[in-house]
């Protein structure tokens, strides 16, 4: 079993920059790959980007590529999100996963991780 603790987030302006850590727990982290996602207030939880066990592949939400960067060091057990060039739109609670599958189709969707950490609030202000 993985606990996932993410941390990092805070209020930012518009354009503005955050780093959210995502601290896992156990020794099999890097059996997993990990994925951020995001839920805003009144919306579903949406995919923003996906790592895969070794960090060798990573994947993006179109509204984001160009501006965010996951990565994940496995000798700390964590993954980060690099967020550059925030939007208002785009404040939310931001969640980190771990997933075990190693098919890179399904970490775009929530229903493919079996692990959740409990989010960290990102506020971006206009």
């Known amino acids: 079993q993985v606990q996932l603790s993410e941390s990092g987030g805070g209020l930012v302006q518009a354009g503005g920059s955050l780093r959210l850590s995502c601290a896992a727990s156990g020794r099999a982290f890097r059996n997993y790959a990990m994925g951020w996602f995001r839920r805003a207030p009144g919306k579903e939880r949406e995919f923003v980007a996906a790592?895969?066990?070794?960090?060798?592949?990573?994947y993006y939400a179109d509204s984001v590529k160009g501006r965010f960067t996951i990565s994940r060091d496995n000798a700390k057990n964590t993954v980060y999100l690099q967020m550059n060039s925030l939007k208002p739109e785009e404040a939310a609670v931001y969640y980190c996963?771990?997933?075990?599958?190693?098919?890179?189709?399904?970490?775009?969707?929530?229903?493919?991780?079996?692990?959740w950490g409990q989010g960290t609030q990102v506020t971006v202000s206009s």
């Open positions: 790592i895969n066990w070794s960090g060798s592949n990573t």
């Open positions: 996963a771990a997933s075990t599958s190693y098919y890179s189709g399904d970490y775009y969707y929530t229903r493919h991780y079996d692990y």
